[in-house]
C-alpha cells in the first residue's frame, strides 16, 4: 500500500495534483456539513416538544415568545404560530412555506460533493491515458525495451485511476449519507408544519 501510494504521489502527474485537491476539497466539506447537521435532529426534536408543550399550557402566544433560538425548526414554527389568528389552514401553508425556504441551507454543498464523486474518475481516467501514451511514446523512441520497464510505466500510469476511484468512492459514499441526513431533517420541519395546526387546535385560549 505504502509503495502505491508513493506510486501515485510520484508519477501521477498533473492530474493527481487535481485530485488531491478534489479529495481536500471534499473532505473539507464533508467535516463541515456533518458537523453542522448531525447535532440538528435532537435539536430539532426538543424546540418541538417543548413548543407543543408551550402551546398546551400557556397558549399561542406564549409558544411564540419562547421560540428564540436561531434555528430552522424554530423559524418553522414561528412563522405558523405568528398568523394563528387566521386559521389552521393559514398556519400550516406559512409554516410549510418556512421550511421550504430552509431547504437551501440544509442541502449547502451537496451538490458540490456530488460532482466530486463525478469528476474524480474522469480525472483518474485522464492521468492514465496520458501515462500510458508517454509509455508507448519512451517505448518506440528505444530500440531495446524489457517486459519490466513497459509494466512498470503502465502501473504508474494505472495508479491514477486508483487514486481517481478512491476519492470518487468515498465522496459518494458521504454525499448519500448525507443526503439521507438531510432528508430527514428536511421531513422532520415539514412534518412539523404539517402538525401544527392539530396542536394549535387543543392548545389554552
Not at 448519500?176 to 408544519?193: F, G, K, T, V, W
Amino acid at each position: 500500500m505504502i509503495t502505491l501510494l508513493r506510486a501515485i504521489i510520484e508519477h501521477g502527474g498533473f492530474t493527481v495534483l487535481f485530485i488531491a485537491l478534489i479529495s481536500l476539497g471534499a473532505m473539507t466539506l464533508v467535516i463541515e456539513r456533518s458537523w453542522r447537521l448531525w447535532p440538528l435532529h435532537k435539536r430539532f426534536k426538543s424546540v418541538r416538544e417543548r413548543c407543543h408543550d408551550t402551546m398546551l399550557r400557556g397558549g399561542m402566544r406564549a409558544a411564540l415568545a419562547e421560540l428564540t433560538e436561531d434555528d430552522a425548526m424554530t423559524r418553522v414554527l414561528k412563522s405558523g404560530l405568528a398568523v394563528h389568528e387566521r386559521g389552521g389552514d393559514t398556519m400550516r401553508a406559512a409554516a410549510l412555506a418556512a421550511a421550504q425556504r430552509e431547504v437551501s441551507g440544509i442541502e449547502r454543498g451537496l451538490g458540490l460533493l456530488q460532482t466530486a464523486s463525478q469528476i474524480a474518475p474522469w480525472l483518474g481516467l485522464l492521468g492514465t491515458v496520458a501515462g500510458l501514451m508517454e509509455v508507448f511514446g519512451s517505448v518506440g523512441d528505444q530500440a531495446n525495451v524489457t517486459h519490466a520497464v513497459a509494466a512498470t510505466g503502465i502501473y504508474q500510469a494505472l495508479a491514477c485511476t486508483i487514486a481517481g476511484l478512491a476519492v470518487a468512492i468515498g465522496s459518494y459514499v458521504a454525499y448519500q449519507l448525507l443526503s439521507a441526513l438531510s432528508s430527514r431533517l428536511i421531513d422532520e420541519l415539514e412534518n412539523a408544519a404539517t402538525d401544527l395546526p392539530v396542536y394549535a387546535a387543543g392548545a389554552k385560549a
